[in-house]
């Protein structure tokens, strides 16, 4: 059986900074707000940036993918416990979950950056 995977890059809803990701051949839409992006860094005991950093060096452990898929599926509009997320990341591969996390990383930090040269160009005109 195939299944159809959509690209983690594409926006479930640009204007609340959503993102489809697949995991384990299950669609979710995810959200990172500025607050689990707060608690992500809390928990992990680094910055994000240093997070993406890690994860684009291969430095990533388990504790990285659940600390940032939790908030993120939650911030998405699922109902989904810690335990739910391990064994999505379980059925899923830690590779894969581990390229759907950096892209994920990327493209909610993107639209930030994007948001903030919206209302620059606005306070201009």
Known sequence: MTVKRKKVNQMANPLKAQVDINLGGTDYKARLTIDAIM?????????I???????????????????????????GGNDISEKDVKKIVSDS?????????????????????QEEDAKKKEDLN
């Open 49 to 75: 940036l240093k997070l993406i950093t890690r994860i684009a060096d291969s430095d990533v452990r388990m504790t990285d993918l659940i600390s940032v898929l939790t908030p993120a599926l939650r911030g």
């Open 93 to 113: 591969g830690i590779i894969n979950t581990t390229k759907v996390v950096a892209e994920l990383l990327a493209q909610s930090l993107q639209v930030e950056d």
């Open 39 to 47: 608690q992500i860094e809390e928990k992990l005991n680094c910055g």
